[in-house]
């Protein structure tokens, strides 16, 4: 059982009531999909549009035409499904036959063509069967299981379909379907302790079927929430990167400046003690020759006054 199966389920139901006050099935318009399984193209009967919605629903599991990939695939007991749906509507019928499923299979199923017309490639449960009725022969058991419990049956597998029918990858709410205390699973459990019913070889396969069925949602439940799981975690990383680089990004913007301007100021304090390092010597220099040059000067003037001196007086000697 998967999701598509149960959605081409509820198409059917959507065409063929399955309410309980039964008031006759709906004529079809003339371009309704279901049409196409009557004869001429046009559904006279409430046996007509039932046997309709049965070829419907076979074409769509286990035809190549059908749904891909074919359910069938991975669940070959879909069609006790199908003769569950079809006991359960044939049940509903007001019919003068006093027994509407015999009614139904001989007329339709063991003479219809369009259960008896070959298939190629059809399989079903590692047996070959030609054609739908070969498949339906070897399940009729299900289709005429006791009036009674047919209806049971028929409620848990709408409840387990309305499961299935709400999974959703993005749906957190998939966890409450795990708890045990959902609808089918009470539904489940009071078949299951049927004591009335333990012999019962038919109710114990459906039962099996049911549970398998119930636990791949269960399974598909759980890797929607692990994916979700992931998805947050991966999210939530990603915020923290993001904020955390936006941190970054804001921390080095304003630091950036500070430091730009910073090293400007700093470039320029430096340069400026260069030049100023350098200029110093040079004034010094500069500034150091004119007073060299004067003490220079003051003393050879003086040397020269002395010298000048010293030869008038030799000259005042020598006379």
């Known amino acids: 059982m998967n999701k598509q199966m149960c959605e081409e389920f509820q198409k059917v139901r959507n065409s063929i009531s399955d309410e309980s ?3 006759g099935i709906p004529e079809f318009d003339d371009d309704h999909f279901l049409n196409k399984y009557c004869d001429s ?7 007509d549009r039932i046997s ?20 069938s695939k991975s669940n070959p007991y879909i069609v006790d499904y199908i003769l569950i749906w079809l006991s359960y509507m044939l049940n509903l019928t007001n019919s003068k036959e006093k027994d509407n499923i015999t009614f139904f299979y001989n007329i339709y199923i063991n003479s219809c063509s369009k259960y008896s017309t070959e298939m190629s490639e059809f399989m079903y449960n590692d047996h070959d069967y030609d054609n739908y009725k070969g498949l339906i022969d070897k399940r009729k058991e299900f289709l005429y299981m006791d009036s009674n419990i ?11 379909c309305n ?6 990858y993005n749906n957190k709410n998939c966890e409450n379907y795990l708890e045990g205390d959902n ?24 039962l099996s079927t049911l549970l398998k069925d119930y636990n791949d949602f ?14 947050t ?47 110093i010597p040079v004034l010094l220099i500069f500034g150091a020759i004119p007073i060299l040059l004067g003490v220079s000067y003051k003393y050879s003037l003086f040397g020269f006054r002395k010298r000048f001196q010293k030869q008038k007086l030799r000259e005042k000697l020598k006379k």
């Open 41 to 47: 193209n046009k559904c006279q009967s409430d046996y």
């Open 163 to 168: 499961l299935y029918n709400k999974l959703d």
């Open 52 to 71: 309709a919605g049965c070829l419907y629903l076979l074409d769509q599991f286990y035809s190549d035409s059908g749904v891909l990939p074919r359910p």
């Open 150 to 160: 047919i209806p049971k049956f028929y409620e848990a597998f709408k409840l387990l």
């Open 183 to 206: 609808e089918f699973d009470k539904k489940y459990k009071e078949l299951e302790q049927d004591t009335s019913n333990t012999g019962n070889g038919s109710y114990n396969k459906l």
């Open 233 to 279: 975690k991966k999210k939530h990383g990603q915020t923290l990167v993001d904020s955390s680089e936006q941190d970054i990004y804001d921390l080095r913007q304003y630091s950036g400046q500070e430091s730009v301007q910073y090293v400007d100021n700093s470039d320029a304090t430096s340069s400026s003690s260069s030049i100023v390092s350098k200029l």
């Open 21 to 23: 006050e039964y008031k």
């Open 218 to 231: 269960k399974k598909e439940c759980k890797e929607i929430l692990s994916s979700l799981s992931e998805k």
